[in-house]
């Protein structure tokens, strides 16, 4: 371990302190920049609030041992802090988004847990590959997005005959329907919407979703992320 600040000083628990708002600031900047809904304090506030649980905890058991559960604290925090996930998350239409904010938040609470107790090693190796996972994996997810055989549609549909439509030129065109959902309209003036994931017979060309577009009876189509 190259770092490690497990022992109950003055110095360490300050050490520990200062890396947690380093960590939690360096992630939530990522998110602020891409304007998602945590940024850099709310990241932050994050892990130096699950930073302090570790310490209380610690604190506890250095001065009344016996009464004080250091993994039940901690297991709090890991669920607790769900409730700001949740309120990140938003679903609309179609399209689902705040997920990977969410998940920063979490793993920001995890960082600061185990930079709390000093394995602030741990913490920071993770917190790299955090970073790592939100600047170079959505890069490479593109490159890998632009050879990918799978296609993930919205489309809105007047009923039956731009189902068939396309239903009819996914076969002739050797494309496998992976998933098909349709859901009929709930008002007279509304489409049928028809979720799917397709495996295309050759790699996915914008060209193709012009051409399923002027099908007869699609009034929409949209690639989903």
């Given at each position: 371990m190259f770092l490690s600040c497990y022992e109950w000083t003055p110095t360490n628990i300050i050490l520990r302190i200062f890396i947690s708002f380093l960590l939690g600031c360096i992630i939530g900047l990522d998110r602020g920049v891409k304007k998602r809904g945590a940024g850099a304090k709310t990241n932050t506030i994050v892990c130096l609030g699950s930073t302090l649980v570790m310490l209380t905890a610690q604190y506890m058991s250095v001065y009344f041992p016996g009464q004080a559960d250091i993994a039940r604290m901690a297991s709090q925090v890991i669920s607790g802090v769900g409730f700001l996930g949740v309120g990140t998350i938003i679903v609309?239409?179609?399209?689902?988004?705040?997920?990977?904010?969410?998940?920063?938040?979490?793993?920001?609470?995890?960082?600061?847990?185990?930079?709390?107790?000093g394995f602030i090693d741990g913490g920071i190796i993770i917190a790299i590959l955090v970073l790592i996972s939100l600047r170079i994996l959505p890069a490479i997810e593109r490159i890998a997005g632009r050879h990918s055989k799978y296609l993930a549609l919205y489309l809105e549909v007047d009923g039956n005959t731009g189902v068939s439509a396309f239903i009819d030129k996914m076969s002739q065109d050797g494309t496998v329907i992976d998933y098909l959902d349709i859901s009929n309209p709930k008002k007279e003036n509304e489409y049928t919407i028809v979720q799917a994931t397709l495996?295309?017979?050759?790699s996915y060309h914008p060209t193709y979703i012009d051409e399923i577009g002027q099908l007869p009876g699609i009034k929409s189509v949209e690639v989903m992320n």
């Open positions: 609309t239409g179609h399209q689902v988004r705040g997920l990977t904010t969410a998940a920063s938040l979490w793993a920001c609470a995890c960082i600061g847990l185990a930079i709390g107790i495996k295309l017979k050759n």
